[in-house]
């Protein structure tokens, strides 16, 4: 222990012959020495959340830092300067299990400053690093691993594309190692399934740098899903792989630089363009843009007079009609949330209530559906498409009430046959007593007086000459 710092000291560091310079000016600011060699040949890629054991140490052997005595293993992204830079530069050269240690000078670790009280100012620092493994970068939205980047190529700058931005890609798509789609496409984000782009790879160019390349791998519901893509040869529920090159982008207008005559503008396009996705069977393109609608004039309070009618007329518009799509599209409890959204802004409107009907229907809840349709009767009892919704109710209502008597039944009789079995039981469980038990043509045993009269006696054992 060195007493005038309190620290452990480990001996002076000296980079071995062996040092490889791993900066890419080669300047000297990061070497390399390993020590133990990895396995495989494979490389951690950028944006990768990479796990470490690691001790930190001065020049002079004394240690200021250290993973394995807290007993646990440092993870970080790697690439995304959240570590110093000879940790992103160091690391992203070793190979699983591989130990090396990083000779760190100060303008790729603390710089001038240090961190005091343990780095002082323009320190070399050493760092024994362990890679045990890493793992893909999630960007999916709820981190659920349904989109995972490998970087090719980092791009540059800071600015990546926003929702709606004109995109320009290079793509190639895989499923299963083959070649299925291999183009270079111009989109505006929001618009890709008209391109044949999946959801997962419209998400992950949100991500994106300008000239960045990556790999996406990308599980069934963020590429196409149940219905897979028979223009491009997509099965049913694949997982795919896409290589990505965003080439360039143009960013679109922000809402919040918009004012309010010019939202009304976009919300009005969007109209037109989701009712053209609805006509053509694009139930789910047309939900983005009627989403959009809301998402433009859903907080516009500063418009006035037929503008501001024109804006709740656009608004609950949005909301019936995604209704509408998800009814398409099988998707009832969305459908009901969109529903009642609608009937906040409108209680008593006649689409709200039906669609909001039929979503209960197909979440076999005939009674709530019931309520909507009467309710609409109340206003309008000429009515026809409810009232045959009305009388499908009713019938899904008597069909349930028979399955549940059915079920009732089944329960009260499985229960009163386990309640004569258990009682059966019970009574082969009494033994009865000696006295009452019977030979086999039913005339009652002789009573017992002693337990040797219960043995058989035979002539030779009634005999003297056994005995003698």
Known sequence: MDQTSGKEALGPCVPSSNAIDVTPDKDGGVLKDVKQEGVGDELPPLGSSVSVHYVGTLLDGSKFDSSRDRGEKFEFPLGKGNVIKAWDLGVATMKRNEIAVLYCKANYAYGESGSPPKIPPNATLVFEVELFDWKLEDISKNKEGGILRRTLKPGSGYSSPNEEALVEISLICRHNGKVLDEREVSFNLGDGLEHNIPDGVEQALLK?????????????????GSSGN?????????????????????????????????????????????????????????????????????????????????????????????????????????????CLKALELDPKNEKGLFRLGQAFLGMHEPQSAKKQFETILQSDSSNKAASNQVVICNAR????????????????????ENDRLRALRNKQMEMPEPTQWENNDGSTACELKDPLDSVPCTESEDSESDYN
């Not at 994106?208 to 599980?219: A, D, G, P, T, V």
């Not at 008597?398 to 059915?406: I, L, M, T």
């Open 230 to 338: 028979e223009e491009l040869g997509i099965p049913a529920n694949a997982s795919l792989e896409y290589e990505i090159e965003l080439k360039n982008f143009e960013k679109a207008k922000e809402s919040w630089s918009m004012d309010a005559d010019e939202k009304l503008e976009q919300a009005k396009m969007c109209k037109e363009k989701g009712t053209t996705h609805f006509k053509t069977g694009k139930y789910a393109l047309a939900i983005k843009q009627y989403a959009k609608i809301v998402s433009y004039l859903e907080f516009e309070k500063t418009l006035k007079d037929e503008k501001l009618a024109e804006r709740d007329v656009l608004v609950l518009a949005a909301y019936l009609n995604q209704a509408m799509c998800c009814l398409k599209l099988n998707e009832f409890n969305i459908t009901k949330d969109h």
């Open 397 to 416: 209502i008597r069909e349930q009430h028979q399955k549940d008597k059915k079920l009732y039944s089944n329960i009260f009789n499985t229960m009163a």
């Open 208 to 224: 994106f740098k300008k000239q960045e390349r990556s790999i996406l791998q990308l599980k069934p519901e963020f590429g196409f």
